[in-house]
């Protein structure tokens, strides 16, 4: 279905397009803009909130900026919906998020106005910098570098430490903090505090006011009154308001509070802060799902609600006649709590992710025990181990693909110092329609090479339950990693049985082939090896559940019996669960054939975790087709 466009959207493919409107026809371009988002995510799915709150702020950045040449770098890039219907893609928006379709975040490849690839949030500021020092550096004072960063992603370090550096940079840089309030649950932390704080004061407000006041003036009496009134401007900021702003002593110049709901003011403001050079932060007031009022309400759920009526706002659900399994993140959240209520050292940590995660329901059940840090990966990792040499038992829950983010603490602040930690990798494998920069693709690579630390992955809801009880009670840091979606039990809540250290399982006895496997994965291969049977196969399967430490006895046996070995993961082949059972085979003297299949060596871009799963080849089919060619191969060497 082909989302219609209001007629002026209609008449505009391009920034170029926009900018021949008069800026009395903002207001309507903005709310078309607004419809359309509406009307789209309604019926594909995808990020709602953020989008509709900078519907706004991204016409006017468009109508303002000369894009693409002058640069516009989105901060995590779900609310850049508007910016991609804008820039030439609404006649193909229908196929955001699909396979093969256009990508949910900014994206180089997809577009030049996308001047920065992203998901991961926080990196607006280091990257627009990176530009506006690269501009410098040719001699191109003109060009504009902007970086819109919500208030949820500026409690991520990497924003500080870009701050650090813009403050100094002497570069033509904006930052446009986007402040709602909100970070997918309501923003956490003593900044959002001072963001508050400044916005309500009514002293520091008067004085802004007048400054505002001044500067407002500029483009009417040209470009000496401006000198002018920045100069006053800069005098009274430096005695009334450096101490007390935190970007000002950071050397950014601030300007606002302003409404980024009024795109005609923010038009004026922006066209303005064109004619001030150096790094300088407008913070703007916007509401996250401004405009749908369900969405303006209940903001969590509606940051991606999924497809949904836009009359009723009714979500849609997919009903069954059966008990469904649950979701992995909800088995590790009301198991978290399970273990925390009978060993009083447990306590649980999130960064920014309390629902995502299924962390909420610790902190609503044990809300001193369970800690929401903010996006802040390296840090809950570290606060984690602080914890941790006091005696606690901390459950630090982070998706896979964020974890990358805090590799360093991982080692240097809990392995090397044998801290029980353990950490909840959520969104193991692919992450679906989010995409690359969500796949969580390289944890078990990166995990297995450290000393100290337990890899281990649950095939079922029981399994992840028993792991985290098996962790809660071992003394060093321990990793478990499990995917998004829904699990096979739905029956799951069994009672809570230990696993010992590196015990894998066998799930079905074989003749022609060993198919190890590890995690939730390992369903295909149950699937696989059903259907096999019918074909005359009878392939064995073992359930690793630790890629460290292997379950050695286990591998003896394997690689005894069986010659032709396959292994499989929801995992980069390199370095992954596969290469550790080979380099086992090797350094044991045993040398069968082994096919690996897991996550090339490549991008896999977004799509549903099936389609994924099929690309890479091992989908149940992709598991059949490896075990049919290894005995085929078997087969035309004896004849
Ligand atoms: C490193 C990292 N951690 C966590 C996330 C998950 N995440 C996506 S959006 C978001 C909230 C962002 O809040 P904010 O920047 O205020 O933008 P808003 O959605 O409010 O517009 C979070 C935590 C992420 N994208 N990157």
């Known amino acids: 279905m082909l989302i219609q466009p209001g007629k002026l959207l209609a008449q505009i493919n391009t920034p170029e397009d926009l900018k021949k409107f008069g800026k009395e026809q903002l207001v309507q371009i903005s709310e078309e803009l607004r419809q359309f988002i509406i009307d789209d995510v309604s019926v594909y799915g995808g990020h709602f909130g953020a989008g509709l709150g900078v519907v706004e702020l991204t016409v006017a950045l468009h109508y303002v900026l000369n894009t693409p040449e002058d640069q516009l770098v989105w901060d995590v890039g779900h609310q850049a919906y508007g910016h991609k219907i804008l820039t030439g893609r609404r006649g193909i928006f229908h196929t955001n998020r699909i396979y093969k379709g256009l990508s949910g975040f900014p994206k180089r490849k997809e577009s030049e106005y996308d001047s920065f690839g992203v998901g991961h949030s926080s990196t607006s500021i280091s990257a627009a910098l990176g530009m506006a020092a690269a501009s410098k550096y040719k001699g191109d004072h003109k060009r504009q570098h902007v970086a819109v960063i919500g208030d949820g992603a500026l409690t991520g370090g990497m924003a500080f430490e870009a701050m650090n550096h813009a403050g100094v940079s002497d570069t033509n840089m904006l930052i446009i903090l986007n402040d709602n309030c909100m970070s997918i649950d309501p923003n956490v932390g003593a900044l959002k505090q001072y963001l508050t704080d400044i916005t309500t004061s009514q002293t520091y407000n008067k004085v802004k006011d007048e400054v505002w006041h001044l500067l407002g003036k500029v483009s009417k009496f040209g470009f000496s009154a401006q000198d002018v009134a920045s100069k006053i401007e800069g005098a009274l900021k430096s005695t009334l308001l450096k101490q007390s702003n935190l970007f000002e002593s950071l050397n ?3 300007f606002g509070p302003v409404d980024g709901h009024d795109v005609n003011h923010l038009v004026e403001v922006l066209n303005d802060l064109k004619h001030i050079s150096g790094p300088k932060i407008l913070h703007c007031i916007t509401v996250k799902g401004k405009g749908y009022p369900l969405a303006e309400k209940d903001q969590t759920k509606w940051h991606a609600p999924g497809k949904f009526d836009k009359i009723t706002g009714v979500i ?62 390296q840090h809950a990792v570290t606060f984690s181990a602080g914890l941790a040499t006091q005696g606690l038992k901390p459950f630090c829950n982070i998706y896979s693909s964020f974890m990358q983010r805090a590799y360093d603490q991982v080692i240097h602040d809990v392995c090397l110092q044998e801290l029980p930690v353990v950490f909840c990798l959520d969104r193991a494998g692919f992450a679906g329609a989010d995409g690359p920069t969500h796949h969580g693709a390289y944890d078990i690579a990166f995990f297995r090479c450290i000393p100290n630390l337990v890899v281990s992955a649950p095939m079922d809801e029981e399994e992840l339950r028993n792991l985290m009880y098996s962790a809660s009670i071992h003394n060093g840091p321990y990793s478990i990693r499990y995917p998004r979606g829904q699990g096979v039990m739905p029956e799951w809540r069994k009672p809570l049985r230990e696993i010992p250290l590196g015990q894998g399982r066998l799930i079905k006895e074989g003749v022609d082939v060993a198919i190890l496997t590890i995690g939730s994965i390992g369903n295909y291969a149950v699937e696989a090896t059903a259907a096999l049977d019918k074909e005359g196969l009878n392939p064995a399967h073992y359930d690793m559940r630790f890629v460290k430490p292997l379950d050695e006895s286990m591998l003896h046996e394997v690689f005894e019996k069986f010659n032709k070995v396959i292994t499989v993961e929801d995992g980069c082949l390199v370095g992954g669960f596969g290469s550790a059972v080979l380099e086992w085979m090797v350094d044991h003297g045993y040398s069968s054939q082994v096919k690996r ?41 004896v004849y």
Request: hydrophobic share 35%; aromatic share 6%; with cysteine.
């Open 252 to 254: 950014l110049r601030y």
């Open 316 to 377: 849609a659900k997919k009903e069954y006649d059966s008990p469904q399994p649950p979701k992995y993140q909800d088995v590790f959240g009301h198991t978290l709590v399970e273990l925390a209520e009978k060993d009083d050292r447990i306590v649980g940590i999130t960064p920014a992710m309390p629902s995502g995660s299924s962390m909420n329901i610790m902190m609503k059940a044990m809300p001193d025990r369970a800690f929401d840090v903010g996006i802040a990966e």
């Open 597 to 637: 299949l897991g996550i090339p060596d490549k991008v896999i871009e977004h799509g549903e975790q099936i389609q994924l799963h099929a690309e890479c080849g091992f989908d149940p089919e992709g598991i059949m087709k490896a075990v049919r060619e290894l005995c085929e191969v078997n087969f035309t060497k």
